[in-house]
């Protein structure tokens, strides 16, 4: 079984991790956001789901019985202790969830070269170890400014190392301030590095 080089994108709220991974996709990677990982497992996971209920209360299910992530957040990003217990419920489920991917992309007859996922806790979860490639992307304030931010984002932020550490640790780094077209060619540039072939393919 030949497994996909693996690789991270993590940086802060607003600097372009999405737009990121879909810049790797365009180019011919496999990609998985965590974001999307924890929202089919708050929507499919029975224990999760009971778990969250026990803590929260059922104040945190919508009208049809499931978990409404935006009382969840409303409660989480208001208590760090909440968020903490929050976190450590999902960082390990994640993790497995994210590993039986990229391992049932390997038993594919023609599995992809590289597998790109978002991760943006990598660091303070340290999770960094599970990736081969880190790619980080920060932003400046007044383009992050200009992006879709939550109101919670203040919270949420505190909560990151900062930008300057997260670029030094990275394997590659970019400041997302100008064009897609900008970013598209550092996302080249990065394949072209660490998978020649799948860059080729976008290429051509």
């Excluded at 978002?118 to 992006?147: C, H, K, Q, W």
């Excluded at 919670?152 to 640790?169: G, V």
């Excluded at 077209?181 to 394949?191: G, P, R, T």
């Amino acid at each position: 079984m030949t497994q996909p080089l693996s690789v991270a994108i993590t940086g802060g709220i607003g600097a372009g991790k999405s737009e990121t991974l879909k810049s790797f996709e365009r180019h011919g990677a496999a990609v998985i956001s965590s974001d999307e990982i924890v929202h089919e497992l708050i929507r499919v996971d029975e224990d999760v789901k009971r778990t969250m209920v026990e803590r929260f209360g059922s104040r945190v299910l919508d009208d049809a019985g499931a978990i409404d992530r935006s009382a969840v957040a409303s409660i989480v990003f208001s208590d760090r202790r909440e968020l903490a217990w929050l976190e450590e419920l999902l960082h390990p489920i994640v993790s497995a969830a994210y590993l039986r991917w990229r391992e049932q992309l390997g038993e594919l007859d023609r599995p992809p070269t590289v597998c790109v996922t978002e991760v943006p806790l990598l660091y303070e979860s340290g999770n960094d170890a599970m990736f081969d490639v880190i790619v980080a992307v920060a932003a400046s304030p007044t383009s992050r400014a200009s992006r879709s931010i939550t109101a919670d984002a203040e919270l949420r932020e505190q909560r990151l190392l900062p930008d300057d550490e997260k670029l030094a640790r990275a394997d590659y780094s970019f400041v997302n301030d100008g064009t897609l077209d900008e970013l598209d060619a550092f996302v080249q540039q990065v394949l072209r590095a660490v998978a020649p072939e799948t860059a080729q393919c976008a290429d051509d």
